[in-house]
């Protein structure tokens, strides 16, 4: 596998990274991939109600219109986000719009919520009812709603038959003015609302848990706030964090300067230094799915010390490959088998340690 990596890696490198990352998708769709063997017992994970047969899972952000989920799956994932999908169809910033920044294995993007629209996507999934594994479906507003926590309730509306769970995005910096639904007022607004018509929708569908997804840009006083709503509002779980709008430590300076949100390893410190801080409010009320940096399988064992119930990566495949899922959950199950303990022993473990450093 990480031969005919490193063959495709400089192909895929010579083009824009929006092309490399369209002809991913058509190839995807088009191969047929062999199946992963059966994970390894020790790295099974109960949260939400849902069953994941390991904790690693695919962000958001690489199947935004539900294309490939059950190629996701089949590479080795626990679980697949595909998203963030909007009510109506929109193309998003002008291009370009992603740039690597192969030196820090990172990527800055400002696509802002580009996809096909709730039908698009609703049609895909429909057609996979019935196969197995753990697909979650992230909403988000349309850029010109006028009401955009209307776009989430519409959200839920539409896939409440489809999605194994909910993601409501409130963190993209690309879209103006989305983050602002992370104030207090604001997002009790949007948790009530997305919560009213999940249960309603229940009446006819399972109940689909609601997770909220937050930026790392936060003041603890802003994650006082967003966790007192959440924890009131009761809602199933947290994702920490979207990217960054920061520019820590960088290397490969060409993109720096470019506007967006900042994934990748240098995401890393800050991203699980705001994970941890969640953990240690959250207190045990709703599980925590830790994103940002993860690159290996030592940082995947660190986010879930940080706290993380599960694991998301993306940007890392960019540099990495989809072997790197392998090696991770390989990673992981070698650590429980040497430390002895099973995983949801390690969640949180160091979270006040992690918590309290600094971040450079």
Known sequence: MRGLEKLV??????????????????ALAAARLPVSAPDDAALN???????????VGLAAGFDKNAEVPDAILTAGFGFAEVGTVTPRPQTGNPRPRIFRLVRDEAVINRLGFNNEGHAAALRRLEQRAGRPGIVGVNIGANKDSTDRAADYVAGIRAFAGVAGYFTLNVSSPNTPGLRDLQHEAALDDLIARSIEARDEAARDHPRRPLLLKIAPDITE????????????????????????????????????????????????????????????????????????????????????????????????????????????KAGLAERLAREGCALAQAVGRDAAAIAAAPVA
Do not use: C, M
């Open 9 to 26: 890696r400089p192909i895929l490198f010579a083009l824009d990274a929006e092309t490399a990352h369209r002809l991913t998708i058509r």
């Open 221 to 328: 006083g802003e994650l006082d706030a967003i966790v007192a709503v959440a924890r009131r509002r009761a809602i199933d779980g947290l994702i920490v964090s979207n990217t960054t709008i920061s520019r820590p430590r960088l290397v490969d300076v060409r993109h720096v300067g470019e506007a967006g949100g900042l994934s990748g390893r240098p995401l890393f410190p800050l991203a699980t230094r705001v994970l941890a801080q969640a953990y240690l409010r959250v207190e045990g009320a709703f599980p925590i799915v830790g994103v940002g940096g993860i690159d290996s399988a030592e940082a995947a064992w660190t986010k879930i010390r940080a706290g993380a119930t599960l694991v998301q990566l993306y940007s890392a495949l960019v540099y990495k490959g989809p072997g790197l899922v392998k090696e991770i």
């Open 45 to 55: 994970v109960e949260a939400f109600g849902l069953r994941f047969p390991n904790p």
